[in-house]
């Protein structure tokens, strides 16, 4: 199995800040990579598919990067709807697997 | 609009048989793979299975042979059922949609049905 290490668990940011969120694979999985954003008690949204390409409505200040086995999402200039988990998540191979998710917190 | 919706009881026995129903709308189920993902609380996503737009089935081995995905096209519903059930079964039990005809990313979601075991 693909395994997703993500880095920071927490992270406590200020309105307007930019922040970078981390993911490493257990190996090369060739840019297929989503991330997620979940809010409290809500199921995850599609933000970032194949690494980089931004889902449909989601705003221009979030951008993926990354390649091989390492990825990171880039939230610029941090809006009060940001702050909420984010996951990673593998889509190479089965099983699927998510990162631990970062929870994003108002400093 | 695309649509998925979770129905399942809140409750289910240690060693009982966990059955779900994801009901979709917007969308068939011959065009769209629908994924089952759950989420222990306070804790991360688990990718459990799939239903693809063919009828096949794939699972994630961590369940072994305990979990079971079928279907109902007329209906349009997805089923979970799982047996066995332990108390770290105890979690928020989602549908999700396999983004159209590429890499199993997930683009709409369903409310999620928490079930917690209980001994």
């Known amino acids: 199995d693909i395994q997703m290490t993500q880095s920071p668990a927490s992270l406590s940011a200020s309105l307007g800040e930019t922040v970078t969120i981390e993911c490493l694979a257990s190996?090369?999985?060739?840019?297929?990579l989503a991330w997620y954003q979940q809010k409290p008690g809500k199921s995850p949204q599609l933000l970032i598919y194949?690494?980089?390409s931004l889902h449909t409505g989601v705003p221009s200040r979030f951008s993926g990067s990354g390649s091989g086995t390492q990825y990171s999402l880039k939230i610029n200039s941090l809006q009060p709807e940001d702050f909420a988990s984010y996951y990673c998540?593998?889509?190479?191979?089965?099983?699927?697997?998510f990162g631990s998710g970062t929870k994003l917190e108002i400093k | 609009q695309v649509q998925l919706k979770e129905t399942g009881p809140d409750l289910v026995q240690l060693t009982q048989t966990l059955s779900i129903t994801c009901t979709v709308s917007?969308?068939?189920?011959?065009?769209?793979?629908v994924h089952w993902v759950r989420q222990p609380p306070g804790k991360g996503l688990e990718w459990m299975g799939a239903?693809?737009?063919?009828?096949?089935?794939d699972y994630n081995s961590a369940f072994k042979s305990r979990l079971s995905i079928s279907r109902d096209t007329s209906k349009s519903q997805v089923f979970l059922k799982m047996n066995s059930l332990q108390t770290d079964d105890t979690a928020k039990y989602f549908c999700?949609?396999?983004?159209?005809?590429?890499?199993?990313?997930?683009?709409?979601w369903g409310q999620g049905v928490m079930v917690t075991v209980s001994s």
């Open positions: 917007g969308f068939s189920l011959t065009t769209y793979n």
């Open positions: 998540q593998n889509g190479l191979s089965a099983p699927l697997t």
């Open positions: 999700a949609r396999h983004y159209y005809d590429g890499y199993p990313y997930f683009d709409y």
């Open positions: 239903m693809w737009n063919g009828g096949g089935t």
């Open positions: 190996e090369d999985i060739y840019d297929i």
């Open positions: 194949d690494a980089s």
